[in-house]
Every structure is written in structure tokens, then in C-alpha cells.
């Protein structure tokens, strides 16, 4: 017997039928008829306090649980409020898919109230986007929007709805097979391309294995692991794979780039065969790249073909997925071993080892103050066991957190990578609980980035998301005050907050969140300890810490991954 919805109803049965559990989003007037079915629906509904924040709330969801995260705001500055999230999701290649509301399809183009170009807008910074002008085509776009955030390279999707659509009818019907003609990634492989990288590989002095975030978005964790092991490969983990193979592996080198250590950098620099895969060469990876591993043969695996060569000239290409084609070089690794093993290359690991040696990260907590960040992130994984999620702004703290932390697994560590957006952690760090609630989630955010979107910190505490939050208060923007210092004679413009505002306590309290201070090293420790022991609302730990930190190792901007700078006495 048929059924009449509305397209509203039929929106809220397709999100259903996608297995959502839980929609971030600000109501208003346009997608207000979605609101109304939302009521007698199973899925959860966190009203966010800005449509940023509950974009970001969707990006934390994603990236923590690996499911689709949702997205839900109103036309105009509601639709125009979710470019932020979306760019960096596209960047970061998180799934999620965006609901909004569209003024009625007969004011599109005639500057009604609350309306935006939203289709346009969105255009560059999602994967797709649909603007939905049949309510009988709903069951199929949102079908389709949550397949294509999903596979190949995932990313965000948007579904823009006019008012009348939402409001009309249609006759219910379950999504059709999808077709999508122009829409099929590969999943494996080539297989000449596979066996050709294996052999690249045997023949290797020096390879490094190149872990990008590809790695954590295609689960192939374990067999990043594998294929190391087997391989006998040394191992970096960009920004956005950290976890992707366990820092206490005797084959992790840890993170490159920027900030990465001396020893990851400098593996890269100087080895003879770099196999990339689900990483994209990132300029905050290879730093000068008429300079960058001058001498590195190239192996990139992506499932993303534009990926490929953009950056650097590849030796064998290989598009798929990454879990897949890890598979296949597995069995074809083994096949080519035999009963035996891979080089040993201990002339190679003798450099990397003594690289590591001479070059450790490091810093220097002066007992009687300022508290180092360095310090409060260990003293947080020693009390967790670093069994937590970790969720990051944009910063020093960011660069320290991925520094210091030791990840031992995937999908604990979630962070602004491409897009460095300030603002992330507090967002994120409540989608990831309301994904994961059986988990310890522990932002760790910068005043800077706390004061952009600290008031998500409400939406929290009156949806019962009990996440903790580590402010680290160096009274400025640490990183641009950093730059001004090393680059602009240090000369300070625009970046130190001072002390008189705001007071951290009194404000988480004001939130619904519990609030602490740590003031000296001494209290580091109970003001931890403390945080991690009260689970029945938000917390907020700030940390006064010392305003003149740098982070180091630096690999200026532009500059070449040979010219590493260690401290600041390297710059005099």
C-alpha cells in the first residue's frame, strides 16, 4: 500500500534508513519543516550554539568513529556558517553529509530572506552537492550523498532543500540501486603497478613508507603494520595518521614535516625510495620541493587519481584503496620472499637510530615554573595511559600534542590538518563523545582557538556530552607570536590577548562545566587528575603556561627540509 510523506518526512525515514544516529545542527525557518518529523524520530539532535560548531561537531563524529557524520542548518548565513566545516572536512577527506534548507524554489534568484547561492558556494569545497527541486527525488539523493561522502576519497557532501520541497509530497518509496556512471573508484591496484612497487622495495637501501591520512580514513591500520613489518620499512605518520602504526613500533619514525622530528624529516630527506600511501605530499610535509628527498625513487598509492604526480613526479603510480592495495602488496611481498626475508638495511636503520639519538625531542620543565605545555600533554598520557581520544586546535599545542602524545592507535587522535582551522577542538571534541561516549575524549586547545568557539561548551553541558578540555593559556596566539618573533624582528602585532580576560573558571562554570586552574608545575598533576575524575558534566582545565614556548624542530616556511632549525639559537 502506498505511503504519503512529506519531503520533510521522507528526508528523516532516508537519514533513518542510512543508519544516522546523531544530526549537529541549528534549526530556522527553511529547514524548519525537517525539524517537525525530527520529533518522533530515534535520531539524536545536538543543538549547537553557530552552525560552525555543529559542522565541526559532524567532522569530530567522523573522524573518531569513521561513520558519516550529519550536518543540519537553515538557508542563507545558516548554509554560508557550514563553509568553514565543509572546506576543512574536504580538505581532511571526512565524510559528512549537509542538510540545508533552501528558500521556496519560487523565490531562488530573487534575493528573498535568508536566501544564498548555497549549491554555488559549497561547490568548491564539498565533494558534491545536490539541490533538491522533487520531493520524490529525496530517498535517492540522500542515498547517493552518503555513498559518496563514504567511498573512494571520502569527503563532505551537501543536500540543499527548498522550503516547498520539504513541505510537498511524495509517495514513499525506498532509494533505487544506485547509479552512478561517473562515479567509480578504484578499489584495487594494478597489478604490474603492484608487483613493480614490490620490487622497488627489495632493491631498496633506504626506502621509507610514507603514512598519510589516508590511512586512518581507509581502516588499513593493521595493515600499514603488516606491510611495514614484512617490508622491514621505517615508518612516518604525517599529522593526519598519527596512530596509523604505533609509536612504540620499532619501526615508527613519527611525524615529518614543519614541526615533525629530526630523525622523520631527515629519513625522507635522504632516502632512495619514498612509498607514499594516502598521503598527498603536503607542502608542510616537503617543505621546498625543487629540494625535497632529491634522491627518492617515488611509489604513491591513492585512491584519489588527481592526487598523483600533482605534487611530485611519480616513479610507479598505484591508484586504489588503501586497505586494498596494501592487501595486494602483502601477497605479493610474500610471494616474492619466498622463505625468506626482507634486506635487513642495518646500515640504514644505524643512521636512522643514531639520527634519533642525536636529535630526540626534548624540553626542560623548570620546577618552579612557567608550566610547559610539553609537560602537561605527557602528564595527561601518563594518567591516561594515553588511552584516550585527543582532539587538537590549530597551533603550538597542536604541533606539541602530536609531538608528545605517543598514539598507539587509530582514530584517537583528532585534529584541523589541512585547513588549520582555529576553533576545531572544542566542536570536534563533542562530536567524537557523542560518537564514542564510552571514551575518554580530551581536547587540547589554545586560548586562542578556545575563545573562537567555546561557547559549543553550553551545547555540551545541556547535552549531557561530558568532554574535557585542557586550555592552554599563553595569553596570545602562540604560533603567530612564534613567526613574528623568528621572522618580524618581533615585532608584536595583533596577537598577545594579555591577562585581565577572560577568567577560564569562572566561565566554564557560567557554561555548566566544571572549571580548574593550574598555576605552578605542582598543580599540573591534581588539576589532571581531578579533570579526568569528574564525568557527569564538561570540564575545563586552564593551564597558565609559559608565553614565551616555541615549538621546535622548525622547518621554516618554504624552506628546505635540509635546513632544519632545532632551537632558536639556530636562527641567530
Known amino acids: 500500500m502506498s505511503e504519503t510523506l512529506t519531503g520533510a518526512q521522507a528526508l528523516i525515514r532516508a537519514l533513518e534508513l542510512e543508519g544516522v544516529d546523531v544530526i549537529f545542527g541549528v534549526p530556522g525557518g527553511a529547514i524548519l519543516p525537517a525539524y517537525d518529523p525530527l520529533l518522533d524520530s530515534p535520531m539524536r539532535h545536538v543543538l549547537a550554539r553557530h552552525e560552525q560548531g555543529a559542522g565541526h561537531m559532524a567532522s569530530g563524529y567522523a573522524h573518531a568513529s569513521g561513520r558519516v557524520g550529519v550536518m543540519m542548518a537553515t538557508s542563507g548565513p545558516g548554509a554560508t556558517n557550514l563553509i568553514t566545516p565543509l572546506q576543512d572536512a574536504h580538505m581532511d577527506s571526512i565524510p559528512v553529509v549537509a542538510i540545508t534548507g533552501q528558500v521556496a524554489t519560487r523565490s531562488i534568484g530573487n ?35 552518503f555513498h559518496l561522502a563514504a567511498t573512494g576519497r571520502p569527503g563532505p557532501v551537501l543536500v540543499d532543500l527548498p522550503k516547498d520541497i520539504l513541505a510537498g509530497t511524495m509517495t514513499w518509496h525506498r ?45 588499513a591500520a593493521d595493515e600499514l603494520r603488516r606491510f611495514a613489518e614484512m617490508a622491514n ?82 616513479d610507479v603510480p598505484i591508484v586504489g584503496d588503501a586497505k586494498a592495495v596494501l592487501a595486494q602488496l602483502i601477497a605479493t611481498m610474500q610471494k616474492a620472499l619466498g ?7 642495518a646500515e640504514w636503520f644505524a643512521t636512522l637510530r643514531g639520527w634519533q639519538e642525536e636529535h630526540p625531542l626534548h624540553y626542560h620543565q623548570e620546577p618552579e615554573g612557567p608550566i610547559q605545555q610539553q609537560y602537561v600533554i605527557e602528564e595527561l598520557h601518563r594518567l591516561t595511559g594515553g588511552n584516550a581520544i585527543v582532539v587538537a586546535g590549530v597551533g603550538q599545542h597542536q604541533m606539541w600534542a602530536s609531538q608528545f602524545w605517543g598514539f598507539e592507535r587509530p582514530r584517537t587522535w583528532v585534529n584541523s590538518g589541512g585547513l588549520g582551522t582555529m576553533g576545531y577542538a572544542v566542536p570536534a571534541a563533542i562530536g567524537a563523545k557523542a560518537a564514542m561516549p564510552e571514551e575518554t575524549v580530551f581536547a587540547i586547545d589554545g586560548d586562542g582557538c578556545f575563545q573562537m ?64 586552574r593550574a598555576e605552578h608545575p605542582d598543580d599540573v598533576t591534581p588539576a589532571l587528575e581531578k579533570a579526568l575524575a569528574i564525568n557527569d558534566r564538561p570540564v575545563v582545565v586552564e593551564f597558565r603556561c609559559d608565553p614565551g614556548a616555541m615549538v621546535f624542530p622548525m622547518v621554516p616556511a618554504g624552506g628546505s627540509n635540509d635546513a632544519i632549525v632545532l632551537s632558536i639559537e639556530d636562527l641567530a
Open 175 to 219: 532509494a533505487g540501486e544506485l547509479s552512478l556512471p561517473g562515479y567509480r573508484p578504484s578499489v584495487k591496484g594494478h597489478p604490474k603497478q603492484v608487483k613493480a612497487a614490490v620490487d622497488l622495495i627489495l632493491h631498496s637501501a633506504r626506502p621509507v613508507l610514507y603514512a598519510g591520512g589516508g590511512i586512518i580514513r581507509a581502516d
Open 453 to 516: 568557539t567555546m561557547q559549543e561548551l553550553i551545547t555540551a553541558a545541556t547535552e549531557g556530552i561530558p568532554v574535557k578540555i585542557a586550555v592552554m593559556n599563553n595569553e596570545s596566539l602562540g604560533m603567530v607570536k612564534q613567526w613574528q618573533n623568528l621572522f618580524y624582528d618581533g615585532r608584536l602585532s595583533a596577537v598577545e590577548f594579555g591577562s585581565a580576560a577572560p577568567d577560564y573558571v569562572k566561565l566554564a562554570e557560567a557554561m555548566g562545566c566544571a572549571g580548574l
Open 233 to 314: 620499512t621505517p615508518t612516518v605518520t604525517t599529522l593526519m595518521a598519527r596512530g596509523a602504526i604505533p609509536d612504540s613500533h620499532p619501526l615508527a619514525m613519527g611525524m615529518p614535516g614543519m614541526h615533525g622530528n629530526y630523525a622523520a624529516i631527515t629519513a625522507m630527506q635522504k632516502s632512495d625510495l619514498l612509498i607514499a600511501v594516502g598521503a598527498r605530499f603536503d607542502d608542510r610535509v616537503t617543505g621546498d620541493t625543487t629540494t625535497f628527498a632529491p634522491e627518492a625513487r617515488i611509489i604513491h598509492v591513492d585512491v584519489d587519481p588527481a592526487e598523483i604526480g600533482k605534487v611530485r613526479a611519480v
Open 339 to 345: 622463505d625468506g626475508a626482507a634486506p635487513e638495511r
Open 111 to 145: 534575493d528573498a530572506f535568508q536566501e544564498a547561492h548555497t549549491w554555488g558556494i559549497s561547490m568548491p569545497c564539498t565533494k558534491h552537492n545536490y539541490l533538491v527541486t522533487d520531493p520524490n527525488d529525496i530517498p535517492d539523493v540522500v542515498r547517493e550523498a
